[in-house]
């Protein structure tokens, strides 16, 4: 049997890797090929095309990217008829596998789509139909994305999020201080997220690391830490760090989460998997002036939601601040954290939150589900 996986960004890699863990649990044989990146690679799966590097943020930004995401798609579509697959494994990138499944309907290949396109949260119903009428079977994570494409006609299963099987540390809050720390130190731990493409580490990590030196003068006993999603990505951290010098390592995101008392992240799924960990967080944001502008008057994406930030769309309140454009300031940044570390009140109610939130991403034990209803499917 074979599958071809096409995940275009980090995060698509690791939520793939798992995916793929579990087919090969169920059927060993099968044949993984396509574009992904480490994670899938360290799982067997034949790698034809890396752009993980290429991941993008906004409308504007992505412009610099085109051809190579367009040589890219030109180079997945011949895979597609040479290797003829029994399945085409579309993961999160709505940008380049919307488009993919397409192309793959049109020449009569089944798709399944995990972490499926967002339409249903921001977009239109056209955009919903269009998502329906392009992809097979679609993998919901949220019980509202099930709900919106089972309406809208889609076939679609839903068992829970996967961040509830994948977040998941290794150590105890206390062992891994001591992991990465050397002690079990009694001032604030503050995790410096930064996100996964070099575009926002560029564009955001000054400004989270600003943002520290300013909470380091209410706690000078604080400590920092930056989880680094790859070894692709390291040198682009160390060249911004300069004096501050927080400790950033390389494959323990969750373990770090788990040692921090509060995380300070680029907007993304890390707010959702520090959420899932109680660890209060706050999320940050910023795009170029063009792609703000065309979201807000041309996209209209403000009218449509009420947060950006998937534990407040969720809780359907503003749990975890969202500093956005003028917000995403060094100043209000710290001021923010600053906030949540000395007021008890305000930690006491966001952890009360995060226990809402987990019982809304459903149980346990999805992504086995997930991987059973594709073989079922094929």
């Known amino acids: 049997m074979k599958i071809m996986v096409s995940a275009g960004e980090v995060s698509g890699d690791v939520h793939g890797s798992y ?19 480490d994670r899938l690679a360290a799982e067997g799966m034949d790698i034809k095309c890396d752009i993980s590097k290429r991941g993008t943020i906004g409308i504007f930004e992505a412009l610099p990217n085109i051809l ?32 993919f499944a397409s192309y793959c309907k049109k020449h009569g290949f089944k798709t399944a789509y995990y972490i499926a396109p967002q339409e249903w949260l921001w977009g239109t119903p056209r955009g919903v139909k269009k998502v329906v009428n392009s992809v097979d079977l679609i993998l919901a994570i949220f019980q509202k994305e099930y709900d919106v494409y089972k309406k809208a006609g889609g076939q679609v299963v839903y068992f829970g999020h996967p961040l509830l099987d994948i977040v998941r540390p290794s150590l105890s809050k206390s062992d891994s201080r001591l992991k990465f720390l050397g002690e079990n130190i009694p001032g604030p731990v503050i995790a410096l997220c930064p996100g996964s493409r070099i575009q926002e580490i560029r564009g955001l990590l000054p400004a989270l690391l600003l943002s520290g030196e300013i909470i380091l003068k209410e706690f000078p006993r604080a400590k920092f830490l930056i989880p680094v999603a790859s070894a692709k990505i390291i040198k682009d951290i160390f060249n911004l760090i300069g004096d501050f010098r927080p400790k950033a ?22 707010n959702l998997e520090a959420s899932i960990l109680k660890v209060p967080n706050l999320m940050v944001y910023k795009l170029s002036l063009l792609t703000y502008l065309f979201g807000k008057y041309v996209l209209k994406i403000g009218d449509k939601l009420p947060f950006f930030s998937m534990p407040n769309l969720l809780l359907g309140k503003p749990v975890i601040p969202e500093l956005t454009m003028k917000d995403a300031h060094p100043q209000v940044i710290a001021s923010q954290a600053i906030s949540i570390l000395k007021d008890p009140v305000r930690h006491a109610s966001m952890l009360a939150s995060f226990e809402k939130l987990n019982d809304l991403l459903g149980m346990p034990g999805s992504i086995h589900k997930y991987a059973r209803s594709i073989l079922n499917f094929i």
Do not use: H, W
Not at 74 to 90: A, F, G, Q, S, T
Not at 249 to 270: F, P, R, W
């Open 19 to 37: 995916l793929i863990k579990e087919l090969k649990n169920l059927r060993p044989d099968i044949y993984f090929f396509g574009m992904g990146s």
């Open 68 to 99: 190579p995401i367009y040589l890219n798609f030109i180079k997945m579509k011949r895979l597609l008829l040479e290797e003829k697959p029994d399945l085409v494994l579309l993961i999160d990138s709505q940008g380049f596998n919307l488009p």
């Open 249 to 270: 390592i390389i494959g323990s995101t969750y373990e770090i989460l788990n040692a921090s008392d509060l995380a300070i992240c680029v907007s993304g799924t890390i």
